[in-house]
């Protein structure tokens, strides 16, 4: 299951960006973010303030995708129950 993916993936990396998390699990943005608003409601992962744009001065990154998630259940946790 994608949700346990998802949450092995923040626990191991503590950290990762809706970007960063799309291109390690093999999925798309839009597809993540329905889970990770379900694991940030079960207290599992916080979405993190981030920065308005990636520090490049093109302004062609989406902020959506700049969006940083932080594991914050348990190590053992999946996320899933």
Sequence with gaps: MILSRLSSYLRQHRRASLSDLAHGLGS???ALEAMLARLER???VRRLA???SC???CCRCDPALLALYEW???EGDDGTA
């Design 28 to 30: 798309t943005p839009e």
């Design 55 to 57: 520090g490049s001065s």
């Design 72 to 74: 914050v259940g348990d």
């Design 42 to 44: 079960k207290g599992r």
């Design 50 to 52: 981030s920065e308005s």
